[in-house]
């Protein structure tokens, strides 16, 4: 009976150190079968607080994490195509304000040079000096609208202006530029 009991402990000895063995190769398994793809999605995480949005996830197997890293993929792609639009527009917005900056410059230094002109007596019949006040009258109202188109540009960024297209006749308006310039190199 002793060496029964013996036999008995010793089995369930055995018994419970399978068990838990066993119980830690399974764990094992299961912390690196869930690790890995959580592994690679805080490391994805991570490259996208660093900002590269350019490195997917690669994970091939199919189950819950294929899903979701194939899910994280496509968010990030969303957010890079985001953030290469911003940069696209803050691009084009820059160069438009540098532009407009330029087209104020232009009218401007006209003015300046009409009134330098009276100033320093070149205008010095009546007739002339009006001809430099309504072309100097003429560049203070292109300015004036610069500067109103600047303020609509910045009303749309914002969102507080409704946007109307309006269709002008090309040719009219060529027109009416060229015509402007002759008539300031005629000066």
Not at 32 to 48: C, F, G, H, S, W
Not at 56 to 62: D, F, T
């Amino acid at each position: 009976f002793e060496m029964f009991v013996i036999v008995f402990l010793i089995a369930g000895i055995l018994c419970i150190a399978g068990l838990l063995l066993c119980s830690q190769l399974f764990t094992k398994y299961m912390i690196r079968k869930i690790m890995v793809p959580v592994d690679a999605l805080n490391q994805a995480a991570e490259r996208i607080n660093g900002g590269n949005l350019s490195v997917p996830i690669v994970y091939e197997r199919q189950d819950e994490f294929g899903e979701v890293c194939e899910t994280f993929n496509i968010m990030q792609q969303h957010l890079k195509e985001n953030m290469d639009k911003a940069k696209a527009y803050e691009q084009a917005r820059t160069e438009m304000i540098s532009g407009i900056s330029h087209d104020l410059r232009t009218p401007l230094t006209s003015i300046k040079g009409f009134i330098k002109g009276m100033l320093d007596g070149v205008a010095s019949t009546p007739e002339k000096q009006r001809q430099y006040l309504e072309i100097s009258y003429q560049k203070a109202g292109d300015m004036e609208r610069l500067l109103q188109k600047l303020f609509f540009v910045s009303k749309l960024e914002t969102g507080n202006m409704p946007f109307f297209l309006k269709k002008t006749e090309l040719g009219g308006w060529l027109s009416k530029y060229v015509e402007q310039k002759q008539k300031e190199e005629t000066e």
